[in-house]
C-alpha cells in the first residue's frame, strides 16, 4: 500500500473488555513499532519487531500487553482486561532497516482507543 | 535514559511571523534528532531530521541545526503560514540495548497561524 495503515481508527470499549488492534505496514517494511500516545503528550515506545521477531518488548506497560506479527507484514496489539489508564491513541511505524540508527519511520493514522 | 524537552504551547503567531520551537535532549549515545509534524486529521510525518552534530535538516522552509555542546535542536521558519497550523514533535533516535533504534518524543507543541 501506500502508507501504513491502521484498524480501527476508534474503538471504544468498556473497562474489562479485551481489544485488537490492527497494523499494515508498508510493504516490504522489515521493522515495526508500536507507540502509545497518551492526551497532550507525545508517543511512547511500546514494542519492536523486525520481520516476525519481537526483538523488544521493554516499552509494554503491563503483561496484558501483547502484540504480535506471525507472518512478518500485519501486526496485531492486544490489550486484555482494559483499564481506564490504556485510553491513548495507538501508533504504529514501519520502517525499511531499525537497526541502521538512520532509517525514517512511517506512521500510521493511529487508533484511538477510549475505555469507559 | 534519553528525553526530549520541547517548548510548550500554545504557539499562536500572525502569517509571515518568525517561528522558533526550542528543543533540548538528553542522550547516553549519539542519537540522530528528528522534528516530526502531526496536521490536523492526519498521522506524524517527518519533517526533517539531523544524524550527527552541526548537521543541518530542511525541509519546506523550515530548519534545525543539531547542537551537540548545547544539547538542542531548535526548530525555525523565517516566515510561517497558516498551512503550518499543526502538533510539532521533537524526537530522538537511539539504538536500544536490544539493537533496534526506537524513538523517544517530546510532548509537542501546538502551533496555530493568523491569517
Known amino acids: 500500500g501506500a502508507g501504513v495503515s491502521q484498524s480501527p481508527r476508534y474503538k471504544v470499549a468498556k473497562r474489562g473488555q479485551d481489544v485488537a488492534l490492527r497494523c499494515d505496514p508498508i510493504s516490504g517494511h522489515v521493522s515495526l513499532f508500536w507507540y502509545q500516545q497518551a492526551l497532550g503528550q507525545g508517543p511512547e515506545f511500546l514494542t519492536y519487531f523486525q520481520n516476525e521477531a519481537q526483538l523488544d518488548k521493554s516499552g509494554l506497560p503491563s503483561d496484558r500487553f501483547f502484540a504480535e506479527r506471525p507472518e512478518g507484514s500485519v501486526s496485531t496489539l492486544k490489550i486484555q482486561r482494559t483499564q481506564q489508564e490504556d485510553s491513548a491513541v495507538y501508533l504504529c511505524a514501519s520502517s525499511s532497516d531499525a537497526t541502521s540508527g538512520r532509517n525514517e519511520q512511517f506512521f500510521g493514522p493511529g487508533t484511538r482507543l477510549t475505555v469507559l | 535514559g534519553n528525553s526530549v524537552t520541547q517548548m510548550e504551547g500554545p504557539v499562536t503567531l500572525s502569517e509571515e511571523a518568525f517561528l522558533t520551537i526550542n528543543c533540548t535532549y538528553t542522550?547516553?549515545?549519539?542519537?540522530?534528532l528528528f522534528w516530526y509534524v502531526q496536521y490536523p486529521g492526519e498521522g506524524l510525518q517527518l519533517l526533517l531530521k539531523?544524524?550527527?552534530?552541526?548537521d543541518k535538516g530542511s525541509n519546506k522552509g523550515f530548519e534545525a541545526t543539531y547542537r551537540k555542546e548545547t544539547t538542542s535542536f531548535h526548530l525555525e521558519k523565517g516566515s510561517v503560514q497558516v498551512s503550518d497550523s499543526a502538533v510539532y514533535f521533537c524526537a530522538l533516535s537511539d539504538v536500544s540495548n536490544f539493537g533496534n533504534e526506537k524513538l523517544t518524543f517530546g510532548t509537542g507543541t501546538r502551533l496555530t497561524i493568523i491569517p
Open positions: 542522550a547516553t549515545g549519539y542519537p540522530s
Open positions: 539531523a544524524t550527527k552534530a552541526d
